[in-house]
Nanobody, 121 residues
Framework: EVQLVESGGGLVQPGGSLRLSCAASGFTFSSYAMSWVRQAPGKGLEWVSA?????????NYVDSVKGRFTISRDNGKNTLYLQMNSLKPEDTAVYYC?????????????WGQGTQVTVSS
């Protein structure tokens, strides 16, 4: 069974930092690209960052988090990370990790349950 379990969210003051984790199981984690997506209160889903499979040498970010967030992966621990620095109130959202897994000719998108990040003084 494929599972993605996020953790690490919480309440932080503006300018603070958090590190989110996404523990993966049930598939060959190292083979797949992984992404972070967030949903702010009352808004739609927003893609935040992605990292390629394998060594994770290729990363991408939405412009609003470039220079502040860093995505990484530890294939030995089957875990995806998002280091968030210089947090702003507009970063407040539920953060999800996800991945598109291939099963033969079919591609299925899996999501975690999400972790709440609140940036407020």
């Amino acid at each position: 069974e494929v599972q993605l379990v996020e953790s690490g969210g919480g309440l932080v003051q503006p300018g603070g930092s958090l590190r989110l984790s996404c523990a993966a199981s049930g598939f060959t984690f190292s083979s797949y690209a992984m992404s972070w997506v967030r949903q702010a209160p009352g808004k739609g889903l927003e893609w935040v960052s992605a990292i390629n499979g394998g060594g994770g040498s290729t990363t991408n970010y939405v412009d609003s988090v470039k220079g502040r967030f860093t995505i990484s992966r530890d294939n030995g621990k089957n875990t995806l990370y998002l280091q968030m620095n210089s947090l702003k109130p507009e970063d407040t959202a539920v953060y999800y990790c996800n991945s598109d897994l291939r099963f033969g000719a079919q591609i299925v998108t899996y999501w975690g349950q999400g972790t709440q990040v609140t940036v407020s003084s």
